[in-house]
């Protein structure tokens, strides 16, 4: 069973291993700095997403507080739509989803793309 335990632990290594490379490889700096540029024009950043990154939206939150940038984030999906439905020019949207198919946060993004708001999606 040891054998087993320090085997799968190995496995599961490699993957977060291939994970991060992929990242790295795929991760585009110039697009990263157009969005800090965005982020840093805004009076006000909407945050939404669910599950596991929830946790992480609020240590962006608390980050963007140091350098002063109001950061608006709602837990349910139905505070997240009022949220969006409010939203105008003045604000930038981040989109966090873990699976390109979350139908909640996919819903929730159609009300400031009709408002013409700048959106930005991160996917893993």
Same mark, same amino acid.
């Given at each position: 069973p040891y054998e087993?335990? &320090?085997g799968l632990a190995k496995k599961l290594t490699e993957i977060c291993l291939d994970s991060i490379r992929s990242t790295r490889e795929s991760f585009h700096y110039g697009r990263m700095g157009n969005i800090v540029h965005?982020?840093?024009?805004?009076?006000?950043v909407d945050v939404y997403g669910e599950g596991v990154f929830s946790l992480r939206r609020f240590e962006f939150k608390n980050n963007m507080m140091r350098i002063r940038r109001r950061v608006?984030?709602?837990?349910? &999906?139905?505070?997240q739509s009022y949220q969006a439905i409010n939203s105008d020019s003045s604000r930038r949207v981040i989109f966090i989803s873990h699976s390109e198919e979350s139908r909640n946060v996919i819903r929730v993004a159609r009300a400031p793309k009709k408002r013409m &708001?700048?959106?930005t999606p991160i996917t893993s």
């Open positions: 087993t335990h &320090v965005c982020i840093m024009k805004s009076s006000v608006w984030i709602e837990m349910g &999906v139905t505070q &708001v700048a959106i």
